[in-house]
Nanobody, 126 residues
């Protein structure tokens, strides 16, 4: 089992920044890949960024490249998502998810991630 707890959401004006954190605990072998996903009302859940915690490889959706940065803090067992230059279209519930294996990180399909946090709301006003 893996437990994931998100924090750091909030409200910000367009152009602002927020930093989300995902605290992970439990079975290390089930959380080698940590992904951040988001879901706006009436829309499908979409992948934003993911990191393979063994290799350090990172992946970003085109919509956030150059604005968001995913990183890991091994000492704290957290994965962070630094979000800069936020836009109103970034407004959504943000979730972290765990999956993958020691040598691979799943793609952008939420179905490929086994464990999920409860989510944290990000609201960007224009």
């Amino acid at each position: 089992q893996v437990q994931l707890v998100e924090s750091g959401g909030g409200s910000v004006q367009a152009g602002g920044s927020l930093r989300l954190s995902c605290a992970a605990s439990g079975n290390t072998y089930s959380r080698h890949c940590i992904g951040w996903f988001r879901q706006a009302p009436g829309q499908e859940r979409e992948g934003v960024a993911r990191i393979h915690t063994v290799s350090g490889a990172t992946y970003y959706a085109d919509s956030v490249k150059g604005r968001f940065t995913i990183s890991q803090d091994n000492a704290k067992n957290t994965v962070n998502l630094q979000m800069n230059s936020l836009k109103p279209e970034d407004t959504a519930m943000y979730y972290c998810a765990a999956g993958g294996g020691r040598w691979y990180c799943p793609g952008w399909s939420p179905a490929d991630f086994t464990y999920w946090g409860q989510g944290t709301q990000v609201t960007v006003s224009s």
